[in-house]
């Protein structure tokens, strides 16, 4: 017998510096990528060599309602740490309650801000950031190890 399962995003939780982010757009919310874990290589005789990444960050899409609190602080947070001209700590930790998911990192860096555009209704913006070390733990208990 089939058993049912629920989500619900609102179960999930994201805070920057201290910031919780709300206001997700219906079409984006948070994606995550990680680097590939390796490349592949076949010789002509057909031996095949993997050469891991070493490479742990991940980067991390975060699509907000324009009208949102959190775009506001979010690109307050950015513009201060532009104009002060160095990388600061930013923590971050992304908690999935249903499914056991997280993902956290001590800082973030800054890869894309949002472009405004305007137009009849109410739009969204993504940032893309950067966790460095992307310390991650997916499907309840399944740590992600580079």
């Not at 307050?76 to 499914?99: C, K, W």
């Amino acid at each position: 017998m089939a058993t049912g399962k629920r989500y619900n995003f609102n179960r999930v939780a994201l805070v920057v510096a201290g910031l919780v982010i709300s206001g997700f757009a219906d079409d984006g919310q948070i994606e995550i990528e990680f680097a590939p874990v390796g490349e592949k290589l076949v010789g002509a005789d057909g031996e095949a060599v993997v050469s891991y990444n070493n490479d742990e960050s991940a980067n991390m899409t975060i699509t907000l309602m324009e009208t949102s609190l959190a775009y506001r602080r979010l690109m307050e947070l950015y513009q201060n740490d532009r104009a002060a001209g160095f990388i600061t700590d930013h923590p971050i930790s992304m908690v999935d309650l249903v499914n056991g998911d997280t993902i956290s990192d001590l800082q973030i860096l800054w890869l894309e801000i949002p472009s405004p555009s305007k137009g009849a209704t109410a739009g969204t913006r993504a940032f893309v950031i950067c966790l460095p070390s992307g310390r991650a733990n997916f499907k309840a208990g399944t740590k992600i190890t580079r």
